[in-house]
């Protein structure tokens, strides 16, 4: 690709993305990524299968995690929710038996949540209270959620008391109490199937001038977002140039569960593994470009033999500066002449 970059749309998990996030809106506006210009728009359509409800209340925890984390009010530590937040509403709740109480909602958390199911109950979509909720953290970027529809992730564990063997827990289920010490046996997403594209996002990735896969969750995270019906064919016909990056660094995830996805669903936990699931946009998969750390250089070959451009660089991200400086390594990739 030749030209100014004006347009970047990246499809994005939560904690991963959303500092990724964070190191790109910095090089943007720092002017340190070659050929993007430095009022370049960044749209970012974020995974909506973690959304689930409880008490009542519509939580996003991906949106939520990119919206927090570019509006400055993550907090830092846990890497999602609320910077400086207390748990009055989770210790009431538990004093009333009421549960779940391995799942807390804290109490400046909870006012985004009340505001976005108010909203939704009133007929706005997801897409338009996910606007009006960064019209209060202003993020940088335009987030949109993959679908306005109702998809939620499901994973399915061994239960020697079930007839069947099994038990299939919401994935909040699997990640917040079980803490994904189980073995994840299968994954799957209920109403995928069936949502359609949220407004924008289609042309959100056919009119971009690039598009980025970063290091989220391949499975849960980047996964769900491509099993949208007509956003795998978006990324396959779009003129941009598409590229992704690791989240796996020497055969490990940094942080998350995508070695337990991956297993359940059989693939290599490895970059190479991670980045021919993904496939080549020149074999109908999705990818022109693909990034690797320098601990995975052995990789490079399989992942270049499968048709997709690749390198082996720094992929942790300490801080805003280093992660730019590995976004502008990915788009070399694809980019230059």
């Known amino acids: 690709m030749v030209g100014t970059v004006q347009k970047l749309t990246v499809l994005s998990g939560g904690m991963g993305g959303a500092r990724f996030l964070e190191g790109l809106r910095h090089g943007v506006r720092a002017g340190t990524l070659p050929g993007v210009a430095s009022d370049a728009e960044v749209t970012v359509v974020a995974n909506t299968a973690d959304d689930w409800w409880i008490h009542g209340l519509k939580v996003c925890p991906d949106l939520d995690t990119v ?95 079930s007839p069947s063997g099994q038990r299939v827990v919401h994935f909040q289920e699997y990640w917040v109490r079980l803490r994904a010490q189980v073995t994840a046996e299968t994954v799957a997403v209920v109403g995928l199937d069936r949502a359609t594209p949220a407004p924008g996002v289609l042309e959100a990735i056919t009119g971009a001038d690039l598009v980025i896969v970063p290091p989220s969750n391949p499975v849960v995270s980047v996964g769900t977002i491509l099993g949208v019906p007509g956003i795998r064919d978006a990324l396959r016909s779009t003129p941009a140039p598409v590229v992704g990056i690791s989240p796996i660094i020497g055969r490990r995830h940094v942080r998350g569960m995508a070695e337990q996805m991956l297993n359940a669903v059989g693939v290599e936990v490895s970059a190479a593994g991670v980045g021919t699931m993904y496939g080549a946009r020149s074999a109908e998969g999705i990818l022109d470009g693909w990034l690797v750390d320098e601990s995975d250089a052995g990789d490079v070959a399989t992942v270049t033999e499968a048709g997709i451009a690749c390198a082996a660089r720094p992929l942790l991200m300490a801080d805003p500066e280093t992660t730019a400086a590995m976004a502008a390594d990915a788009m070399a990739l694809v980019t230059t002449p």
Not at 78 to 100: C, D, F, I, N, Q
Not at 101 to 108: A, C, K, P, Q, V
Not at 141 to 153: A, F
């Open 67 to 161: 919206m927090y984390t570019l509006g400055d009010g993550i907090d830092p530590e846990r890497g999602w929710g609320r910077r400086e937040e207390t748990w009055s509403v989770k210790g009431e709740l538990a004093a009333y038996g009421v549960e779940p109480t391995w799942f807390g909602l804290g109490d400046r958390d909870v006012a985004t949540h009340l505001v976005r199911t108010q909203m939704l109950d009133a007929g706005y979509t997801l897409s338009e209270v996910t606007e009006a909720l960064c019209q209060r953290w202003q993020p940088g970027v335009r987030l949109l959620p993959m679908t306005d529809d109702r998809v939620e992730t499901h994973i399915a564990i061994a239960d020697p008391d």
